[in-house]
């Protein structure tokens, strides 16, 4: 359902992939999640990035490790409604092409 819901929402699929091995087994370092879900370290990097820029992961540091874990899963509404913002504000621009 989790994965249907930031497909939706515009998250690719191997950040929806590393976000849901993250809501499922806790607060793990990059490197486990790339043997769990056998995707390379860089991959896994750059996704849990963009997971931490949507608002959806955390970072933080641990035993000199840093670790990532899910962030407020209230935080998954805020995606849509900058989605629909988003959508509007072309919804503008493309009326404004338009000849009247």
């Known amino acids: 359902m989790i994965y249907k819901i930031l497909k939706e929402a515009g998250i690719p699929t191997t950040a929806s992939l590393v976000y849901e091995e993250l809501l499922n087994s806790g607060p793990s370092p990059a490197r486990q999640l790339a043997e769990k879900l056998n995707i390379p370290g860089p991959?896994?990097?750059?996704?849990?990035?963009?997971?931490?820029?949507?608002?959806?992961?955390?970072?933080?540091?641990?035993?000199?490790?840093?670790?990532?874990?899910?962030?407020?899963?209230?935080?998954?509404?805020?995606?849509?409604?900058?989605?629909?913002?988003?959508?509007k504000k072309q919804a503008g621009e493309l009326e404004g092409l338009l000849p009247t």
């Open 43 to 87: 991959s896994v990097y750059d996704n849990l990035k963009l997971l931490i820029k949507n608002g959806l992961v955390v970072e933080r540091q641990e035993e000199n490790k840093k670790i990532f874990g899910v962030d407020d899963i209230k935080n998954l509404p805020h995606l849509f409604q900058s989605k629909i913002e988003h959508l």
